[in-house]
């Protein structure tokens, strides 16, 4: 599986971003995915993740009730909604593939895509 991340860029506080997750391949849909970030100087963090039908998500305490996951099979895409940005949320973010486990530790996921930047400016 191959992965591309797209949709960041430069939005100030308060503001709305939808990231997108492009993934190759016919097994998308059997797959666990999720989002993670990463802020200079600190370590990759988990943001959201989502079960291949979709029927469950979970979030990061951080982004509970701002961000919203989801996932459309027949496109083999994700998607990542964030709203009422904080300057807290820049970061690079980063799709990736669950290979099970802890949906919740980075080292879970065996497949990552290349990080599209959120900047939220004050």
């Known amino acids: 599986v191959q992965l591309q991340a797209s949709g960041g860029g430069l939005v100030q506080a308060g503001g709305s971003l939808r990231l997108s997750c492009a993934a190759s391949?016919?097994?998308?849909?059997?797959?666990?995915m999720g989002w993670f970030r990463q802020a200079p100087g600190k370590e990759r963090e988990f943001v959201a993740a989502i079960t291949w039908s979709g029927g469950s998500t979970y979030y990061a305490d951080s982004v509970k009730g701002r961000f919203t996951i989801s996932r459309d099979n027949a496109k083999n895409t994700m998607y990542l909604q964030m709203n009422s940005l904080k300057p807290e949320d820049t970061a690079a973010y980063y799709c990736a593939k669950s290979s099970g486990g802890i949906v919740t530790i980075a080292s879970r996921y065996d497949h990552w895509g290349q990080g599209t930047q959120v900047t939220v400016s004050s």
């Open positions: 391949g016919r097994t998308f849909s059997r797959y666990r």
